[in-house]
């Protein structure tokens, strides 16, 4: 039998994505590897663990960081993923159960109100969908185009097996790191900036965060607002809407 040669090594970016699993450092190469290999203009994740509330784990719009923030938001804080015709699905999904969706499979199914809110107003053409159940609660992963339509991007014979793949990434970090389900939007923040803004919703003053941090207030506001221009937010108020679950 003739032996055939591999032709095909794994690139950089992959084997830190890999390596990342399970670490906080998991979404700086996550994100990267969407925008660049997909082509993603905005992406966001969310989480249903009970069949009926949706908590939001990861939103990052490329271009317009404050339009995925304010997505996200209202997506979770005016429960608007029960219009979402792709909820019935994210709560009923079976462990290991991969969906891939299409938004053409969906406007029939989908209120004007809710695509002009998701779709027309922030200029979105396109929107490429995986589900993916697991033990702990199902994914909901989404990735948004402002100018192209997904088959231009990635050939529709592939797109099942990045669906795959993206859900078992996403799934299995969150298994390997339990604690980040419940940090939701604050796990893709620093360990400093995620302490500043727990203890900012637990309502403590920046005063009381530097000395039980042991940092200088100075430092506190710096955290503060690295976290909250990641966050794409510029208040206490939005903090707290923000990680309402």
């Not at 938004?103 to 209120?111: E, F, Q, R, V, W």
């Not at 697991?134 to 989404?142: D, K, Q, R």
């Not at 529709?156 to 990045?162: D, E, F, K, M």
């Not at 996403?170 to 419940?182: D, F, G, I, P, W």
Request: proline share 3%; with cysteine.
């Amino acid at each position: 039998m003739a032996l055939t040669k591999v032709d095909w090594l794994p690139t950089r970016g992959q084997l830190v994505l890999l390596s990342a699993l399970g670490e906080a450092e998991f979404f700086e190469p996550f994100l990267k590897w969407i925008n660049k290999e997909l082509g993603a203009d905005q992406c966001m994740i969310f989480f249903c663990a009970d069949g009926e509330k949706v908590s939001t784990l990861l939103f990052k719009d490329f271009n317009q960081n404050a339009s995925g923030k304010k997505l996200a938001e209202s997506y979770v804080t005016e429960r608007l993923y029960m219009q979402d015709p792709n909820f019935s699905t994210l709560k009923s999904s079976l462990p290991g159960e991969v969906t891939l969706i299409r938004l053409a499979d969906l406007l029939d199914d989908m209120s004007l109100n809710y695509r002009n809110r998701y779709f027309d107003e922030p200029g979105f053409k396109d929107k490429f969908s995986v589900i993916y159940g697991s033990e702990a609660g199902n994914f909901y992963i989404n990735l948004y185009h402002r100018t192209a339509n997904f088959d231009q991007l990635v050939p529709r014979n592939q797109q099942q097996a990045i669906g795959q793949l993206l859900g078992l990434l996403v799934s299995k970090h969150y298994q390997l790191n339990q604690a980040q389900l419940s940090q939701g939007p604050l796990a893709f923040l620093s360990e400093r900036e995620r302490q500043v803004c727990a203890a900012v919703l637990q309502g403590k003053k920046s005063e009381t965060i530097a000395y039980e941090l042991d940092v200088a207030p100075s430092s506190v506001v710096t955290y503060r607002k690295r976290a909250y221009d990641k966050l794409g937010i510029s208040s206490r108020a939005q903090l707290f809407a923000l990680c309402q679950n």
